[in-house]
């Protein structure tokens, strides 16, 4: 037996919409046994509620495709999952599932596979690579996909920078955030976009963190899904109020996330103290970047 432990990841960190992540330190994991037959899925936390444990089970799909690629049957194995990343809120619950069956199939075949490979299988399957790069690979990565690879830069986040996610008591759906995005954006956006998410990379990397509160602003995708974020903007405000860089919704959402220096020690305090008088929906979760990705432990 042994265990593979995927992180949580944030996408899109504003401007970078569909292309950028960061791996952040909250995990899922899951316990792969060999067994005489068959294939069993099982899930240890709450999500078993909603979380299908047939075919239709992430974990499996991924493990299926990578078996199919090396010509064998899927079977003989048991997967145990633990869930600590919620399920639709924006910070990688999908992407996590795919990259622990791929891991995990991976090591099955003996490791038969490259990182690239099971990364254009994971992009596949999820659709973008935004989530699944920084699942794989963790730190913050920008990456694309092409018809038979998935390109990616990645660089390890400062230590300096902690992610503080606001999460929800509701959920939006993946498929609903999507569907209210419009068809064309103007070059005018498509302009202010490139420019902030370039700015980005390049404080991100340098460690600049003057620029990085310049960064964060979105003229594509957030302003669509802020109306069905219930004090999503009123956050994002009060966050840079106490002292973020900036903030922005974490992938589809709801989550909204914000950029915090670890020096700044009065934070979590008064986001907790807003979030007892203002935001009782909504809790705090402070979390460091996971600058490793993927393992088996």
């Known amino acids: 037996m042994f265990r593979v432990r995927v992180p949580a990841s944030t996408a899109n960190l504003g401007p970078g919409f569909d292309c950028m992540g960061v791996a952040l330190q909250l995990y899922n994991t899951a316990d792969f046994e060999t067994t005489d037959s068959g294939f069993e899925i099982n899930i240890t936390d709450e999500s078993r509620a909603y979380v299908p444990t047939n075919e239709n089970n992430l974990v499996y799909r991924a493990m299926d495709a990578l078996f199919s690629m090396a010509g064998k049957k899927l079977e003989g194995v048991k997967v145990t999952v633990g869930s ?57 990565t920008v ?19 902690t992610f503080a ?23 005018r956006n498509a302009s202010y976009n490139i420019a902030h998410a370039s700015l980005l990379t390049s404080a991100l990397t340098s460690g600049d963190m003057q620029l990085l509160s310049s960064c964060f602003r979105d003229r594509v995708h957030q302003r669509y899904r802020f109306p069905y974020i219930k004090s999503g903007e009123y956050i994002i405000r009060a966050s840079r109020r106490f002292g973020a860089y900036g903030g922005y919704i974490s992938g589809a959402g709801p989550t909204i996330m914000s ?38 432990q």
């Open 84 to 140: 600590d990343i919620p399920v639709t809120r924006g910070l990688g619950s999908s992407s996590a599932g795919i990259v622990l069956g791929l891991v995990g199939g991976n090591h099955l075949l003996g490791d038969m596979f490259s990182k690239e490979e099971l990364l254009k299988v994971a992009c596949t399957l999820e659709g973008h690579p935004d989530n699944v790069t920084p699942a794989l690979l963790g730190g913050f």
């Open 143 to 161: 990456s694309y996909a092409e018809k038979d690879r998935v390109i990616y830069s990645r660089s390890e986040v400062s230590s300096n920078l």
């Open 165 to 187: 996610a606001m999460i929800p008591d509701f959920y939006l759906q993946t498929k609903k955030s999507r569907s209210i995005l419009p068809r064309f954006v103007s070059m």
């Open 259 to 296: 950029v915090v220096s670890k020096d700044n020690k009065e934070y979590e305090y008064n986001m907790n103290e807003l979030i007892k008088t203002n935001l009782k929906n909504w809790h705090l979760v402070m979390l460091d970047a996971d600058n490793t990705g993927a393992c088996i």
